[in-house]
């Protein structure tokens, strides 16, 4: 009787066959969804934690900035001041230092701007003198040009023949010359007393605003240690309402435009100095606000470099930056009435009328028309350049070098004895650099971003592989196993074929054994003749 076959049950119940197909599709989904958006969804989470906020994680780094900070300090010796009503005499300047400072910033008075999303602050710093670091003391005798006395003959550029006279009485009287002899520590943040300070603030009754002397004492960073008041009062963006615009400047002194210069000249726009605008490009332009300026300056893409080994965009002060319109026309309005050939920025309107202007140190980027009349100016681009490097996806700072150097416009003026016979020309009186580079702890936190990127898209693949394999293991499972039974069933019928057909034979033969007889004749009959010769054998 043939056997009936078992029906076969599955392998697994069907409950757990979809609860397993329903989680490895959720895993497989969840793994093409974090793969497709998790840089946005990382760069969420960090930009809620970069938002500037007190209790945020770069408060204190923006409020305390926890890098060593340098000012270096250069001052122009004058070798020959006899020698400058001279035509045929340069100048020759003699650069004295590094004098080192170092430098601990803080952010007072801050009060915090929700309306708008921004935040108000003062800067104040102290500085500290760093012998070991410097080259030089601050007792060093620097000859230099008269600063006071020039910046009040300049003053009479514009006034009547009564005020003219004057200040050039004062200057008589007070002995006034062309070059003075100071210490360092004069020069910088100690100061000096002069006459004629002194008589001008008690004049400013008579003379009114064009008589504004606002210290009782000169010095290039007097009353700047240890003072909130001096840079003025920033308003600047938290980010809270959009990101991009974090560390912008928003007013300065409570106004869009500073007032010193027309058109968008003086606007009050770029970074505050702290913060820099993220997903940064080579097409790109990274504007910094100098409070000392009065002016926003720009900076232009140069080269990609590595920093700690974190990849950044090189921006570098170019001409563009120092031009006034002879390169670059949108610059004109820089001009501030006294239009010179490209390389100074006219910064006299911002620094109460003194005709002071800046430039890059050695008048880098200048046309050479300044250094032509001055000997001993080198401009070199590894020294004198002003640049910051800055990581293009999240605008981190990795190095600055913030260079500027403060010149001041000698020229013949019509009233003034002192300055009757003198040449115009620019004259460098001072340059300053502060450089800054980013610590390896500090890099050591920041190149952790892209490992987390990273680690995003690993774990994203390896959702998707998870979820792939648990869709399909019980159908593999299912196919492995029927062709396990179909190779089995092919064995056994094998077998059974094989066991069939020996059967089969062993029948055959025994049929076969059943009809042949035991001896065949020819055999039977070989045997009795056998048979009969042994017996003659025997007889014999």
């Known amino acids: 009787m043939p056997q009936k076959s078992k029906k076969m049950k599955p392998l697994v119940p069907v409950n757990k066959l ?46 305390n900035p926890p890098l060593d900070l340098n000012l270096d300090i250069y001052l122009y010796n004058w070798t020959n001041p006899e020698d400058f009503g001279n035509s045929s005499m340069k100048p020759i300047l003699e650069q004295c230092g590094p004098y080192r400072f170092r430098e601990k910033p803080d952010k007072v008075d801050i009060n915090w701007h929700p309306e708008n999303a921004s935040v108000t602050y003062k800067r104040k710093s102290l500085y500290y003198f760093d012998a070991a670091g410097s080259n030089g003391s601050l007792d060093d005798t620097i000859v230099t040009l008269n600063a006071v ?23 008589s009287v007070y002995q006034q010359e062309l070059s003075i002899s100071k210490t360092v520590d004069e020069l910088l943040f100690t100061g000096y007393s002069d006459d004629m300070m002194t008589t001008a603030r008690t004049m400013t009754n008579i003379f009114g605003k064009k008589v504004e002397v606002p210290f009782d004492k000169f010095g290039w960073f007097y009353t700047r240690n240890g003072s909130a008041e001096l840079t003025g009062v920033f308003n600047a963006y938290t980010g809270a309402d959009d990101i991009s615009r974090m560390g912008q400047m928003h007013t300065w002194n409570y106004k869009t435009n500073t007032g010193f210069f027309e058109s968008h000249c003086g606007m009050v726009n770029g970074s505050a100095g702290e913060f820099y605008p993220k997903n940064l490009t080579p097409d790109s332009i990274v504007g910094l606000f100098t409070p000392d300026m009065c002016r926003t300056v720009p900076l232009e893409y140069t080269e990609a470099v590595e920093i700690e080994g974190i990849r950044g965009y090189k921006y570098s002060g170019g001409a563009r930056a120092v031009d006034n319109g002879t390169l670059y026309p949108e610059n004109e309005c820089f001009c501030g009435g006294e239009c010179v050939p490209s390389g100074l920025m006219n910064v006299s309107a911002c620094r109460f009328g003194t005709p002071a202007f800046m430039s890059f140190p050695h008048f880098y980027q200048a046309d050479p028309f300044y250094v032509d009349q001055i000997e001993g100016l080198e401009p070199n681009k590894e020294k004198h350049e002003f640049y910051m490097i800055l990581e293009p996806k999240t605008g981190l700072t990795l190095e600055v070098a913030a260079r500027f150097q403060v010149n001041m416009l000698v020229e013949p003026i019509k009233g003034i004895s002192l300055y009757e016979d003198v040449p115009r020309i620019f004259f460098p009186l001072i340059w300053f650099e502060q450089k800054v580079r980013i610590t390896p702890d500090l890099a050591a936190e920041w190149k952790l ?12 693949g390896v959702l998707f592989a998870i979820g792939v394999i648990m869709l399909a293991w019980y159908p593999m499972q299912h196919l492995c196993f029927g062709r396990r039974n179909r190779r089995g069933t092919s064995s056994t019928n094998k077998i059974h074929s094989s066991e069939n057909g020996v059967v089969a034979e062993l029948k055959a033969l025994q049929n076969h054994k059943e009809t042949v007889p035991e001896q065949s004749p020819l055999l039977e009959k070989s045997t009795r003749s056998l048979t009969i010769t042994e017996s003659n054998g025997k007889k014999e």
């Open 18 to 63: 979809i609860l397993v197909s329903a989680l490895g599709f959720l895993l497989g989904i969840c793994g093409i969804l974090i793969g497709m958006f998790w840089e946005q969804i990382f760069n969420t989470m960090l930009n809620k934690e970069m938002v500037l906020r007190p209790d945020s994680v770069i408060y204190t780094r923006w409020k």
């Open 449 to 460: 971003i892209p490992r987390v990127l990273l680690g995003g898209q690993i774990f994203a």
């Open 149 to 171: 006395a020039l910046a009040a003959a300049a003053k009479t550029k514009y006034w009547d023949a009564m005020n003219t006279r004057m200040v050039n009485m004062g200057l």
